[in-house]
């Protein structure tokens, strides 16, 4: 079965440093990953995927999450975090079935000005 | 409207009373998900349907929860008798057909609490 694991509940970054959310997984077959962001009293909102292709993928927002099949990781990065930035993250893989998406436990990024 | 949309956002209930909770997806989304997100989790998935048919409810916890979605547009979520550990927040998704797998348009919720 599908699984994704976000080690840190909370990633601090002063506003203008790089940041990097982490995600590991555990699929079988090819993995498609995702990366959702929720803001307070928002739904979640979709970010970017990793379908097939270039290990680095682009999203909204200036964010880009690299995928590391050795590693079992696709991490969440953007090169200059702003204090917009602060919301809570989350990390999911699709089923074999193409259908469910199995999140993780979500990590808070805070960014101080 | 542009987005999804769940009512009610807030719903306070008595233990033993049954709860519905409605979603309208984006209009021409074909399917239509459920998720449950307890406090410091990620949302579980609970069913979806394409159109009106229920493709999966393998994520349903029991018999005490049902969901439909008969024209294929609106759906509502069912929990009878309700108990203390169903207090969650209940998400509802809308996405196109197969295309984009995994792109989920997500409504803001509705937070039950049983008390």
């Known amino acids: 079965a599908q699984s994704v694991a976000q080690p840190e509940d909370q990633v601090n970054v002063a506003e203008g440093n790089p940041l990097t959310v982490k995600c590991t997984y555990s699929?079988?077959?090819?993995?498609?990953l995702f990366w959702y962001v929720q803001y307070p009293n928002r739904g979640l909102q979709f970010l970017l995927k990793?379908?097939?292709?270039?290990?680095l993928v682009k999203g909204s927002y200036g964010f880009e999450a690299e995928f590391n099949k050795s590693q079992t990781s696709f991490h969440l990065k953007k090169p200059s975090a702003l204090v917009s930035d602060s919301a809570l993250y989350f990390c999911a893989a699709l089923n074999t079935g193409f259908q469910k998406l199995v999140f993780g436990t979500g990590t808070r990024l805070l960014v101080s000005p | 409207g542009a987005g999804v949309s769940q009512s009610p956002r807030y719903k306070v209930t008595k233990r033993g009373q049954d709860v519905a909770l409605r979603c309208d997806p984006i209009s021409g989304h074909v399917s239509l998900y459920w998720y449950r997100q307890a406090l410091g989790q990620g949302p579980e998935f609970l069913t979806y349907?394409?159109?009106?048919?229920?493709?999966?409810k393998s994520g349903l916890p029991n018999d005490r929860f049902s969901a439909e979605r008969p024209e294929g547009s609106i759906s509502t979520l069912t929990i009878q008798r309700t108990e203390q550990r169903d207090s969650a927040m209940y998400r509802c998704?809308?996405?196109?057909?197969?295309?984009?797998?995994?792109?989920?348009?997500f409504g803001e919720g509705s937070r039950l609490t049983v008390l």
């Open positions: 990793y379908i097939t292709g270039d290990n």
């Open positions: 998704a809308s996405s196109l057909s197969g295309s984009r797998p995994g792109e989920l348009f």
């Open positions: 699929v079988s077959g090819n993995p498609y």
């Open positions: 349907f394409n159109y009106e048919a229920q493709q999966d």
